[in-house]
Protein backbone atom coordinates (compact mmCIF):
# COMPACT_ATOMS: atom_id res chain seq x y z
CA UNK A 1 0.00 0.00 0.00
CA UNK A 2 0.98 3.27 -0.90
CA UNK A 3 1.94 5.77 2.11
CA UNK A 4 1.55 9.19 2.32
CA UNK A 5 5.06 11.43 1.08
CA UNK A 6 5.82 14.13 4.04
CA UNK A 7 4.12 16.97 4.13
CA UNK A 8 2.16 15.88 1.13
CA UNK A 9 -1.67 15.33 1.18
CA UNK A 10 -1.88 12.41 -1.98
CA UNK A 11 -0.09 8.92 -1.13
CA UNK A 12 0.23 8.28 -4.94
CA UNK A 13 0.89 9.68 -8.95
CA UNK A 14 -2.27 8.64 -10.19
CA UNK A 15 -2.26 9.61 -13.53
CA UNK A 16 -5.75 10.40 -15.50
CA UNK A 17 -7.79 7.75 -17.74
CA UNK A 18 -9.37 10.64 -19.53
CA UNK A 19 -6.04 11.56 -21.21
CA UNK A 20 -4.06 8.70 -21.72
CA UNK A 21 -1.57 9.10 -19.64
CA UNK A 22 0.74 6.89 -18.75
CA UNK A 23 1.36 5.41 -15.65
CA UNK A 24 4.29 6.48 -13.46
CA UNK A 25 6.53 3.83 -12.34
CA UNK A 26 9.23 3.20 -9.89
CA UNK A 27 12.66 3.49 -12.53
CA UNK A 28 15.30 2.38 -9.79
CA UNK A 29 16.81 5.86 -9.27
CA UNK A 30 18.11 6.72 -5.64
CA UNK A 31 14.77 8.33 -4.91
CA UNK A 32 13.58 4.17 -5.02
CA UNK A 33 16.47 2.89 -3.36
CA UNK A 34 16.07 5.80 -0.20
CA UNK A 35 12.64 3.66 -0.02
CA UNK A 36 13.54 0.53 0.48
CA UNK A 37 16.91 1.50 2.45
CA UNK A 38 15.12 3.78 5.54
CA UNK A 39 11.32 2.19 4.66
CA UNK A 40 9.75 5.70 4.47
CA UNK A 41 8.67 7.59 1.46
CA UNK A 42 11.23 9.95 0.49
CA UNK A 43 10.10 13.85 0.49
CA UNK A 44 9.28 15.70 -2.89
CA UNK A 45 10.29 18.88 -3.89
CA UNK A 46 7.80 21.61 -4.89
CA UNK A 47 8.80 23.21 -8.68
CA UNK A 48 7.16 26.13 -9.94
CA UNK A 49 6.73 27.26 -13.37
CA UNK A 50 5.78 30.03 -15.50
CA UNK A 51 2.60 29.91 -17.45
CA UNK A 52 1.50 32.48 -19.94
CA UNK A 53 -2.20 32.74 -21.12
CA UNK A 54 -3.26 35.06 -23.21
CA UNK A 55 -6.66 35.81 -21.18
CA UNK A 56 -7.05 35.57 -16.85
CA UNK A 57 -10.51 35.95 -16.88
CA UNK A 58 -12.66 32.58 -17.00
CA UNK A 59 -16.25 32.71 -17.42
CA UNK A 60 -18.83 30.23 -16.32
CA UNK A 61 -22.39 29.57 -16.90
CA UNK A 62 -22.71 26.98 -13.88
CA UNK A 63 -26.33 28.04 -12.47
CA UNK A 64 -25.24 26.92 -8.66
CA UNK A 65 -22.30 29.44 -8.04
CA UNK A 66 -23.01 33.04 -7.09
CA UNK A 67 -20.75 34.35 -10.00
CA UNK A 68 -19.97 33.80 -13.41
CA UNK A 69 -16.32 34.95 -13.47
CA UNK A 70 -13.23 34.00 -11.97
CA UNK A 71 -9.46 34.69 -11.78
CA UNK A 72 -6.96 31.78 -10.64
CA UNK A 73 -3.52 32.99 -10.81
CA UNK A 74 -1.88 29.61 -9.28
CA UNK A 75 -2.12 26.34 -10.80
CA UNK A 76 -1.84 23.19 -8.69
CA UNK A 77 -1.91 23.36 -5.20
CA UNK A 78 0.90 23.13 -2.59
CA UNK A 79 -1.65 23.15 0.36
CA UNK A 80 -1.63 19.23 -0.90
CA UNK A 81 -5.86 18.88 0.24
CA UNK A 82 -6.82 15.40 -0.43
CA UNK A 83 -10.46 16.09 -0.67
CA UNK A 84 -9.55 19.05 -3.44
CA UNK A 85 -11.89 19.06 -6.58
CA UNK A 86 -9.23 20.62 -8.77
CA UNK A 87 -7.01 18.07 -9.02
CA UNK A 88 -8.10 16.85 -12.19
CA UNK A 89 -7.57 19.54 -14.03
CA UNK A 90 -3.57 18.74 -13.73
CA UNK A 91 -4.32 16.19 -16.33
CA UNK A 92 -4.37 19.21 -18.84
CA UNK A 93 -1.00 19.66 -18.64
CA UNK A 94 -0.03 15.86 -18.97
CA UNK A 95 0.72 15.85 -14.86
CA UNK A 96 -0.95 13.46 -12.43
CA UNK A 97 -3.97 14.78 -10.08
CA UNK A 98 -1.65 13.19 -6.87
CA UNK A 99 2.05 14.06 -5.80
CA UNK A 100 2.36 16.48 -9.14
CA UNK A 101 -0.94 18.49 -8.12
CA UNK A 102 0.47 20.00 -5.33
CA UNK A 103 4.53 19.76 -6.19
CA UNK A 104 4.37 20.99 -9.72
CA UNK A 105 2.78 24.39 -9.80
CA UNK A 106 2.16 26.68 -12.08
CA UNK A 107 1.86 30.78 -11.85
CA UNK A 108 1.02 33.20 -13.87
CA UNK A 109 3.00 36.34 -13.92
CA UNK A 110 1.35 38.30 -16.34
CA UNK A 111 -1.81 38.60 -14.56
CA UNK A 112 -2.34 41.67 -13.18
CA UNK A 113 -1.21 42.90 -17.36
CA UNK A 114 -3.58 40.76 -18.52
CA UNK A 115 -6.59 42.22 -16.69
CA UNK A 116 -6.23 45.42 -17.15
CA UNK A 117 -6.12 44.71 -20.60
CA UNK A 118 -9.54 43.25 -20.15
CA UNK A 119 -11.12 45.50 -17.74
CA UNK A 120 -10.33 48.39 -20.15
CA UNK A 121 -12.03 46.50 -23.48
CA UNK A 122 -14.69 48.55 -24.28
CA UNK A 123 -17.37 45.74 -23.86
CA UNK A 124 -16.53 44.64 -20.37
CA UNK A 125 -19.65 44.97 -17.92
CA UNK A 126 -18.52 44.58 -14.69
CA UNK A 127 -19.57 41.74 -11.98
CA UNK A 128 -18.13 40.22 -9.20
CA UNK A 129 -14.36 38.49 -9.93
CA UNK A 130 -14.20 35.49 -8.05
CA UNK A 131 -11.25 34.25 -6.03
CA UNK A 132 -9.96 30.99 -4.94
CA UNK A 133 -12.53 29.16 -6.57
CA UNK A 134 -10.04 26.17 -8.45
CA UNK A 135 -6.78 26.25 -6.41
CA UNK A 136 -6.23 28.61 -3.32
CA UNK A 137 -4.70 32.19 -4.21
CA UNK A 138 -2.79 32.52 -1.02
CA UNK A 139 -0.56 29.43 -0.84
CA UNK A 140 2.56 29.13 0.23
CA UNK A 141 4.30 30.40 -2.93
CA UNK A 142 2.20 33.79 -3.44
CA UNK A 143 4.87 34.94 -0.81
CA UNK A 144 7.06 34.82 -3.00
CA UNK A 145 5.38 35.51 -6.30
CA UNK A 146 2.72 38.30 -5.13
CA UNK A 147 0.86 37.74 -8.44
CA UNK A 148 -2.47 37.60 -6.38
CA UNK A 149 -1.52 41.37 -4.62
CA UNK A 150 -0.93 42.59 -8.09
CA UNK A 151 -4.41 41.20 -9.04
CA UNK A 152 -5.82 43.02 -6.05
CA UNK A 153 -4.00 46.12 -6.92
CA UNK A 154 -5.76 46.47 -10.44
CA UNK A 155 -9.29 46.04 -8.52
CA UNK A 156 -8.70 48.50 -5.99
CA UNK A 157 -7.56 50.78 -8.62
CA UNK A 158 -10.42 50.75 -10.44
CA UNK A 159 -12.90 50.00 -7.71
CA UNK A 160 -13.90 46.40 -9.57
CA UNK A 161 -15.67 43.91 -6.68
CA UNK A 162 -14.36 40.65 -5.78
CA UNK A 163 -14.67 37.60 -3.49
CA UNK A 164 -11.70 35.83 -2.28
CA UNK A 165 -11.92 32.31 -1.00
CA UNK A 166 -8.63 31.09 0.57
CA UNK A 167 -7.72 28.56 3.79
CA UNK A 168 -4.84 30.92 4.67
CA UNK A 169 -4.34 33.59 7.14
CA UNK A 170 -2.13 35.20 4.48
CA UNK A 171 -4.70 37.06 3.21
CA UNK A 172 -4.06 39.49 6.04
CA UNK A 173 -0.89 40.70 4.32
CA UNK A 174 -3.21 42.46 1.59
CA UNK A 175 -5.62 43.94 4.43
CA UNK A 176 -3.75 47.27 3.24
CA UNK A 177 -5.83 46.73 -0.14
CA UNK A 178 -9.10 44.89 1.11
CA UNK A 179 -9.92 47.48 4.11
CA UNK A 180 -10.71 50.48 1.68
CA UNK A 181 -12.41 48.62 -0.78
CA UNK A 182 -14.38 46.83 2.03
CA UNK A 183 -15.68 50.51 2.49
CA UNK A 184 -16.80 51.31 -0.57
CA UNK A 185 -18.91 47.67 -0.73
CA UNK A 186 -16.37 46.08 -3.16
CA UNK A 187 -15.04 42.72 -1.25
CA UNK A 188 -15.88 40.03 0.50
CA UNK A 189 -13.79 37.14 1.90
CA UNK A 190 -14.47 33.53 2.69
CA UNK A 191 -12.10 31.62 4.93
CA UNK A 192 -11.75 27.38 5.13
CA UNK A 193 -11.81 25.81 8.01
CA UNK A 194 -12.51 22.29 7.97
CA UNK A 195 -11.59 21.03 10.81
CA UNK A 196 -10.22 22.56 14.20
CA UNK A 197 -8.33 18.83 14.98
CA UNK A 198 -4.74 19.57 14.47
CA UNK A 199 -3.82 15.54 13.34
CA UNK A 200 -6.94 15.32 10.80
CA UNK A 201 -5.92 18.91 9.56
CA UNK A 202 -2.25 18.03 9.23
CA UNK A 203 -3.33 14.89 7.07
CA UNK A 204 -6.00 16.11 4.61
CA UNK A 205 -4.38 19.81 4.41
CA UNK A 206 -0.78 19.19 5.18
CA UNK A 207 0.45 22.60 3.93
CA UNK A 208 -2.23 24.72 5.03
CA UNK A 209 -1.73 26.85 7.81
CA UNK A 210 -3.21 25.65 11.15
CA UNK A 211 -7.19 26.17 11.74
CA UNK A 212 -6.13 28.40 14.83
CA UNK A 213 -4.26 30.99 12.18
CA UNK A 214 -7.55 30.90 10.10
CA UNK A 215 -9.63 31.91 12.63
CA UNK A 216 -7.27 34.05 13.86
CA UNK A 217 -6.93 35.96 10.09
CA UNK A 218 -11.30 35.89 10.35
CA UNK A 219 -10.84 38.36 13.61
CA UNK A 220 -8.52 40.90 11.51
CA UNK A 221 -10.54 40.88 8.54
CA UNK A 222 -12.97 41.33 10.90
CA UNK A 223 -12.04 44.18 12.49
CA UNK A 224 -10.72 45.81 9.89
CA UNK A 225 -14.47 45.84 8.68
CA UNK A 226 -13.82 43.31 5.34
CA UNK A 227 -16.84 40.84 5.12
CA UNK A 228 -15.47 37.71 6.51
CA UNK A 229 -17.14 34.33 6.33
CA UNK A 230 -16.37 30.82 7.10
CA UNK A 231 -16.94 27.27 5.12
CA UNK A 232 -16.47 24.62 6.13
CA UNK A 233 -15.65 23.09 3.06
CA UNK A 234 -15.88 19.72 2.58
CA UNK A 235 -17.69 18.12 5.68
CA UNK A 236 -16.05 14.48 5.56
CA UNK A 237 -18.89 11.89 6.94
CA UNK A 238 -17.05 10.11 9.96
CA UNK A 239 -14.14 12.21 9.97
CA UNK A 240 -15.05 15.83 10.45
CA UNK A 241 -18.73 16.02 10.48
CA UNK A 242 -18.66 15.91 14.71
CA UNK A 243 -17.24 19.70 14.34
CA UNK A 244 -19.99 21.07 13.07
CA UNK A 245 -21.30 22.93 16.15
CA UNK A 246 -17.48 23.75 17.45
CA UNK A 247 -16.65 25.39 14.23
CA UNK A 248 -19.79 27.22 13.50
CA UNK A 249 -19.26 28.69 17.31
CA UNK A 250 -15.53 29.26 16.95
CA UNK A 251 -16.88 31.66 13.48
CA UNK A 252 -19.26 33.68 15.36
CA UNK A 253 -16.89 34.02 18.21
CA UNK A 254 -14.12 35.41 15.89
CA UNK A 255 -16.61 37.69 14.36
CA UNK A 256 -17.68 35.82 11.27
CA UNK A 257 -20.50 36.67 9.19
CA UNK A 258 -21.76 33.55 7.77
CA UNK A 259 -20.79 30.04 7.96
CA UNK A 260 -21.69 27.54 4.99
CA UNK A 261 -20.75 24.23 4.63
CA UNK A 262 -20.19 21.86 1.46
CA UNK A 263 -20.69 17.87 1.86
CA UNK A 264 -17.57 16.13 0.20
CA UNK A 265 -17.02 15.52 -3.46
CA UNK A 266 -15.42 12.91 -5.22
CA UNK A 267 -15.03 13.82 -8.93
CA UNK A 268 -13.34 12.08 -11.14
CA UNK A 269 -9.48 11.01 -9.82
CA UNK A 270 -10.45 12.19 -6.66
CA UNK A 271 -12.37 9.44 -5.61
CA UNK A 272 -9.36 7.10 -5.74
CA UNK A 273 -6.70 8.71 -5.00
CA UNK A 274 -9.59 9.97 -1.41
CA UNK A 275 -9.72 6.27 -0.89
CA UNK A 276 -6.17 5.52 -0.89
CA UNK A 277 -5.53 8.00 1.30
CA UNK A 278 -8.80 6.41 3.79
CA UNK A 279 -6.80 3.62 3.79
CA UNK A 280 -3.55 5.20 5.22
CA UNK A 281 -5.34 7.02 7.93
CA UNK A 282 -8.75 5.70 8.69
CA UNK A 283 -8.52 2.39 7.72
CA UNK A 284 -10.60 1.53 10.77
CA UNK A 285 -13.38 3.47 9.32
CA UNK A 286 -13.20 3.67 5.53
CA UNK A 287 -15.79 1.73 4.52
CA UNK A 288 -18.43 3.56 6.54
CA UNK A 289 -16.66 7.11 5.37
CA UNK A 290 -17.32 5.70 1.81
CA UNK A 291 -20.81 4.03 2.70
CA UNK A 292 -21.96 7.86 3.70
CA UNK A 293 -20.57 9.50 0.98
CA UNK A 294 -22.54 7.04 -1.08
CA UNK A 295 -25.56 7.99 0.19
CA UNK A 296 -25.49 11.38 -0.49
CA UNK A 297 -24.36 10.86 -3.82
CA UNK A 298 -27.23 8.43 -5.02
CA UNK A 299 -25.12 5.86 -4.78
CA UNK A 300 -22.29 6.32 -6.16
CA UNK A 301 -19.28 8.46 -5.37
CA UNK A 302 -19.99 11.78 -6.89
CA UNK A 303 -22.95 13.29 -8.37
CA UNK A 304 -21.80 15.76 -10.75
CA UNK A 305 -25.27 17.62 -11.21
CA UNK A 306 -26.18 21.15 -10.45
CA UNK A 307 -27.21 21.87 -6.86
CA UNK A 308 -27.32 18.23 -5.49
CA UNK A 309 -23.59 18.47 -5.87
CA UNK A 310 -23.37 20.92 -3.58
CA UNK A 311 -25.76 19.39 -0.90
CA UNK A 312 -25.82 16.14 -1.08
CA UNK A 313 -28.77 14.20 -0.81
CA UNK A 314 -30.90 11.87 1.59
CA UNK A 315 -31.44 11.48 5.31
CA UNK A 316 -27.72 12.39 5.82
CA UNK A 317 -27.66 15.59 4.02
CA UNK A 318 -30.45 16.23 5.10
CA UNK A 319 -29.30 15.98 8.80
CA UNK A 320 -26.39 18.07 8.16
CA UNK A 321 -28.12 21.24 6.99
CA UNK A 322 -30.45 20.80 10.04
CA UNK A 323 -27.46 21.02 12.25
CA UNK A 324 -25.93 24.44 10.58
CA UNK A 325 -29.55 25.86 10.58
CA UNK A 326 -29.50 25.48 14.03
CA UNK A 327 -25.97 26.76 14.90
CA UNK A 328 -26.25 30.05 12.72
CA UNK A 329 -29.69 30.91 14.56
CA UNK A 330 -28.00 29.97 18.32
CA UNK A 331 -24.95 32.06 17.15
CA UNK A 332 -26.67 34.72 15.37
CA UNK A 333 -25.06 34.40 11.56
CA UNK A 334 -26.05 33.44 7.66
CA UNK A 335 -24.85 31.42 5.19
CA UNK A 336 -22.47 32.82 3.25
CA UNK A 337 -24.20 35.09 0.15
CA UNK A 338 -27.04 35.98 1.95
CA UNK A 339 -26.24 39.20 2.69
CA UNK A 340 -23.06 39.89 0.72
CA UNK A 341 -23.82 42.20 -1.90
CA UNK A 342 -21.10 43.77 -4.15
CA UNK A 343 -21.61 46.90 -5.33
CA UNK A 344 -20.39 47.59 -9.17
CA UNK A 345 -21.67 50.68 -10.01
CA UNK A 346 -18.44 52.54 -8.82
CA UNK A 347 -16.01 50.56 -11.35
CA UNK A 348 -14.03 53.10 -13.73
CA UNK A 349 -11.78 50.98 -16.54
CA UNK A 350 -8.05 50.82 -16.03
CA UNK A 351 -6.68 53.88 -18.06
CA UNK A 352 -4.55 52.97 -21.25
CA UNK A 353 -1.01 53.37 -22.19
CA UNK A 354 -1.52 56.83 -22.83
CA UNK A 355 -3.82 57.86 -19.78
CA UNK A 356 -0.72 55.72 -17.70
CA UNK A 357 1.49 58.50 -18.56
CA UNK A 358 -0.23 61.40 -17.15
Known amino acids: ?13 LVSTRFNLRQREADGDWLDQRDEVDGAPSPVRTSVQPLRPRTIISYNKSPDVPFDRSINPLVGCEH ?7 RPSHAYHDLSPGLDFETKLFVKPDAAALLREELRKPGYRCAPIAMGTNTDPYQPIESQWRVTRAIIEVLAACDHPVM ?6 RVVRD ?20 SLDTRIAMTIEPRAPHPERRLKAVRQLSDAGVPTYVNMAPVIPAITDHEVETIVARAAAAGARGVSFIPVRLPWEVAPLF ?18 IQSL ?17 GPWAELLRTRFQIARRRHGIERIGERMQLRTDLFRPPPGPQGELF
Open 297 to 313: RGGKDNDPGFFSRMRGQ
Open 175 to 194: LDLLAPMAAKGLVGVAISVT
Open 164 to 169: ITTKSD
Open 275 to 292: RAWLDEHFPERAGKVMAT
Open 80 to 86: GCIYCFA
Open 1 to 13: MAKQRPQRGATTN
